[in-house]
């Protein structure tokens, strides 16, 4: 199976260097205003596209939004990576960043030291190991978490499985019904039912659908294995949806 392309955006990281590379994990179109036909052929007045971006410096994940006008055609989500930086840094507005990744530095601050004193090997290795889940996220989420963590040198598919439960967990904990017209309902229907109580918005909700879509190729057999990138873009999506849910600055623009 030939290996998956991992794109890339540079130097739009409002903290890092102009020369840091940020993969593209995730983008979703909508109109903003209902499309125009002229004949049979629609015209888009105003299409918005949201793209997610995960930092390989400061290991944040930013929610960008682009507005076009006047599409002919509904393009595909991810267009935004056919953009150079300049163009992407002149069309793209920075929406929401999920905090910095710097538990290990205030502990370092403490004892007087800075995190450049560790050698790059720690790290690295502080980076990898740090939580994704916000830090007021409550426990019956984070224990799913912490426990795909333990798995996660055994099983990407395992890790990807306990990411799924903190999902149900968030779900349960913002009140999904568990049981509508005495049929069980699945995740992907609590999903929706949250954002239609406007306790998500639309494009939480997608990014939710997406990770459960991730998720479910780590539980069945027939799918292809996951990969390191897939196991990022998790990580990513649960990040930025425990970050708007939980977060004190829950970026209420992203609805």
Same mark, same amino acid.
Request: hydrophobic share 35%.
């Given at each position: 199976?030939?290996?998956?392309?991992?794109?890339?955006?540079?130097?739009?990281?409002?903290?890092?260097?102009?020369?840091?590379?940020?993969?593209?994990?995730?983008?979703?179109n909508?109109?903003?205003?209902?499309?125009?036909?002229?004949?049979k052929?629609?015209?888009?007045m105003?299409?918005?596209? $949201?793209?997610?971006f995960?930092? @390989?410096?400061?290991? &944040?994940v930013? *929610?960008? =939004?682009?507005? !076009?006008?006047?599409? +002919?055609?509904?393009?595909?989500?991810?267009?935004?990576?056919?953009?150079?930086?300049?163009?992407?840094?002149?069309?793209?507005?920075?929406?929401?960043?999920?905090?910095?990744?710097?538990?290990?530095?205030?502990?370092?601050e403490?004892?007087?030291?800075?995190?450049?004193?560790?050698?790059?090997?720690?790290?690295?290795?502080?980076?990898?190991?740090?939580?994704?889940?916000?830090?007021a996220?409550p426990?019956?989420?984070?224990?799913?978490?912490?426990?795909?963590i333990?798995?996660?040198?055994?099983?990407?598919?395992?890790?990807?499985?306990?990411?799924?439960?903190? $999902?149900?967990?968030?779900?349960? @904990?913002?009140?999904? &019904?568990?049981? *509508?017209? =005495?049929?069980? !309902?699945?995740?992907? +229907?609590?999903?929706?039912?949250?954002e239609?109580?406007?306790?998500?918005?639309?494009?939480?909700?997608?990014?939710?659908?997406?990770?459960?879509?991730?998720?479910?190729?780590g539980?069945?057999?027939?799918?292809?294995?996951l990969?390191?990138?897939?196991?990022?873009?998790?990580?990513?999506?649960?990040?930025?949806?425990?970050?708007?849910?939980?977060?004190?600055?829950?970026?209420?623009?992203?609805?």
């Amino acid at each position: 199976m030939a290996k998956k392309q991992t794109f890339y955006q540079v130097g739009i990281c409002p903290h890092c260097s102009s020369q840091t590379r940020l993969p593209f994990l995730f983008a979703t179109n909508d109109y903003m205003e209902p499309p125009v036909f002229s004949g049979k052929i629609p015209r888009y007045m105003v299409v918005r596209t $949201l793209s997610l971006f995960g930092c @390989d410096g400061c290991k &944040s994940v930013l *929610l960008y =939004g682009t507005k !076009l006008e006047e599409a +002919q055609i509904l393009p595909k989500d991810e267009w935004v990576m056919d953009l150079s930086s300049h163009e992407f840094s002149s069309l793209c507005k920075l929406i929401y960043s999920t905090p910095e990744l710097n538990y290990l530095q205030i502990n370092l601050e403490q004892l007087g030291l800075h995190l450049s004193d560790l050698p790059s090997s720690v790290r690295e290795r502080f980076y990898r190991e740090s939580p994704i889940v916000d830090p007021a996220t409550p426990a019956s989420v984070k224990q799913c978490y912490e426990i795909g963590i333990a798995v996660r040198a055994i099983s990407r598919d395992l890790y990807a499985v306990q990411l799924r439960k903190a $999902l149900e967990a968030i779900c349960h @904990d913002k009140g999904a &019904s568990e049981y *509508l017209d =005495g049929k069980r !309902l699945n995740l992907h +229907q609590q999903i929706t039912q949250l954002e239609k109580l406007n306790v998500v918005g639309e494009h939480i909700s997608k990014a939710a659908l997406k990770l459960k879509e991730i998720c479910n190729r780590g539980a069945h057999y027939s799918d292809p294995d996951l990969t390191d990138s897939d196991v990022r873009k998790l990580e990513a999506l649960l990040q930025l949806i425990t970050s708007f849910v939980y977060g004190s600055d829950n970026g209420e623009m992203i609805k």
